[in-house]
């Protein structure tokens, strides 16, 4: 049965969708005057300044033609920390600029490897920085950016320093592959400095299972505060003081604690907490350890919070399906909020409605629904699968979905079984021979979504991005009947060609998820879509970055090659100047455009204007 489309659907923001701006990343300036962030405001991510006071203009700061990541304030006020990637790509390196632009200097960029901006360690101009080399090894260095000098104070594989205290005395290192993280407290002394391990190094919560992602210190650097899950199913915000045991200072049955963030003082912690998908604050004032909920923010959810140097103010990266990522400033005291920055909300932008599904073991998945408006009948669906796989499909801006259901198909972004924000053993469910279930958790989806009458059973497709990618050619492949058509975005076709040609550091972190390349050679055959290409029966779209080291431009060039020999119909699409991500507007026009036309071709739409 075709769908009836009423009235057309010209009333959505899409092609307004297309060329929203974001901005990312912000952090206030030392005295609270501005705020620094990233926006592709006018076509690429570059970093611009907002003034905090009324009817100010913004400017850009110039840091040459590479898109910017992240961006950071020094504590004088007189120096920001850019985070830029060349061609798109992994290999980020640092700069440092003036707010107004000029002095511009390279930090760090190691020979083909990747560095990354941590932080200013709140001592004159120096900041942390994480080296990772071509070979695999991380190097955490301080560098000055006034006089361009370096130290290197720890080194190793799967390692990333947390943080640093003050006197650059005490250090936190996380070491560890994803999902099964842990945090030690290093001793740094002047002549040892650059040891491996550095002296003194100690773990933090010893013998307790699950992974520690995040932590601070203290000024003093006594305390140190992590976000962790180990020893319990969801995340929480624990302290360690020396030479006493953990202390758990916020957990809820119901969330998991998302990010936090530590004044310069160390008064206070405003604490961000996933509650289903959405975002709710409290502050933390650590004196009394008493959490202090915050109003619900103008935003469906928060993926960035930094606090001001005095600790009164909070700036928030924020965003909703309709409203793309602006930058809101929140008073801790009276917990008010002030929209500061961003392109203004798409009037008419379709919501999200939270569904539940059990799987075929009884296992129950969460997941995003998006019905396209002034349809009668059951729509065509595409069930688009997000990448970490530890990732989460959240109530985010997305263009593709805006765009999508102006054409009249619907989406449904489901949670299977390995992702983020539902605990640990949610997360785990998927490691290793548990990941045929997360692919057959695809299916069950499909099965829900078919119930509640929604979609059109012969009129579904099946789109995901980088680990989504991968996950939508082995649902391709394991249930060949199920879909119309199949998009692959970033994703991994082949396990053994994605451990010999993807980064060192991305290979060795993965073996926890998929399995050894050596030890787990069979398991990782089962495991590669590329193997059973023979079941492949649907229409596919293969869209990669050229510059992508993460999952290299093979894992694509093999899938088109393949289907192809097959006589299966394969498109591709190849951006020479992005890597894993899609960071220019143009491009993103471009991507959007190609996978709604040849969606809508693929579905047989009709009706839709």
């Known amino acids: 049965m075709t769908p009836e489309i009423i009235g057309g659907l010209s009333h959505l923001p899409s092609a307004a969708s297309l060329t929203a701006w974001s901005c990312l990343a912000p952090a206030l300036a030392p005295d609270d005057s501005a705020v620094a962030f990233v926006s592709d405001r006018d076509g690429s991510p570059r970093v611009w300044i907002q003034p905090v006071g009324e009817d100010a203009e913004a400017w850009v700061v110039d840091t040459g033609p590479q898109p910017a990541v992240d961006v950071s304030w020094a504590p004088t006020g007189a120096r920001l920390a850019v985070l830029l990637a060349p061609g798109g790509g992994e290999h980020t390196q640092v700069w440092t600029v003036r707010p107004h632009g000029g002095d511009l200097r390279l930090l760090s960029a190691p020979a083909g490897g990747s560095a990354a901006l941590v932080r200013w360690t709140g001592r004159g101009e120096e900041v942390l920085v994480a080296e990772t080399s071509a070979a695999g090894h991380t190097h955490a260095v301080l560098a000055d950016a006034a006089t361009g000098g370096r130290q290197v104070i720890a080194t190793g594989r799967l390692l990333w320093p947390a943080a640093i205290s003050r ?340 290979a060795a972190a993965a073996i926890s998820e998929y399995g050894h390349p050596e030890t787990d050679r069979d398991l990782l055959r089962a495991l590669s879509p590329l193997r059973a290409f023979d079941r492949l029966a649907a229409p596919l779209l293969v869209v990669h970055g050229a510059h992508d080291t993460n999952v290299p431009l093979y894992e694509a060039e093999q899938v088109v090659d393949a289907a192809t020999a097959r006589g299966v119909p394969c498109d591709h699409l190849f951006f020479e100047d992005e890597g894993h991500e899609i960071r220019r507007i143009g491009n993103r026009i471009s991507f959007v455009t190609k996978v709604v036309d040849w969606l809508t071709n693929r579905l047989h739409i009709h009706g839709a204007g």
């Not at 004044?263 to 405003?270: E, F, N, P, V």
């Not at 005095?310 to 909020?337: I, K, N």
């Not at 396209?372 to 985010?396: I, K, S």
């Not at 939508?472 to 040609?501: C, K, M, N, Q």
């Open 167 to 506: 006197d650059h005395a005490t250090m936190l290192l996380r070491r560890g592959p994803r999902g099964r993280r842990h945090m030690y407290v290093a001793t740094l002394v002047a002549e040892a400095l650059g040891a491996h391990p550095p002296s003194g190094e100690r773990p933090l919560l010893p013998g307790l299972p699950g992974s520690t992602d995040a932590g601070a210190l203290s000024p003093d650097g006594r305390t140190a505060y992590v976000v962790s899950d180990a020893g319990r199913d969801r995340a929480a915000l624990l302290a360690v003081r020396q030479g006493a045991d953990a202390v758990v200072l916020a957990e809820r049955p119901d969330a998991e604690l998302d990010r936090f963030a530590l004044s310069a003082d160390g008064r206070r912690a405003l604490l961000v907490w996933n509650e289903h998908g959405r975002s709710g604050l409290d502050v933390l004032e650590l004196e009394t350890e008493q959490p202090r909920p915050l109003p619900p923010p103008p935003a469906d959810v928060v993926t960035s919070a930094r606090i001001s140097w005095d600790g009164t103010l909070a700036v928030l990266a924020a965003e909703s399906p309709g409203d793309p990522s602006h930058v809101l400033l929140c008073d801790l005291d009276r917990g008010g909020y002030r929209r500061v920055a961003g392109a203004g909300r798409l009037a008419t932008a379709a919501g999200a409605e939270l569904v539940r599904f059990p799987a075929r073991d009884g296992l129950v998945l969460a997941a995003w629904l998006y019905r396209p408006p002034h349809v009668l009948g059951p729509a065509p669906f595409l069930v688009f699968l997000h990448g970490g796989p530890e990732d989460q499909e959240r109530p985010t801006f997305n263009p593709l979905y805006q765009n999508l259901l102006a054409a009249g198909i619907g989406v449904l972004a489901p949670n299977v079984r390995g992702s983020g924000g539902y605990g640990r053993a949610f997360r785990q469910a998927d490691d290793r021979e548990l990941r045929f279930r997360a692919v057959d958790d695809v299916a069950d989806c499909v099965a829900g979504l078919v119930r509640t009458g929604a979609a059109a059973r012969d009129r579904i497709a099946c789109m995901g991005w980088s680990y989504g990618g991968y996950l939508t050619l082995a649902a391709l492949v394991t249930h060949p009947g199920l879909f119309r058509a199949g998009v692959t975005v970033s994703g991994i076709a082949d396990f053994e060609t994605f451990y010999a040609r993807s980064e060192p550091w991305i």
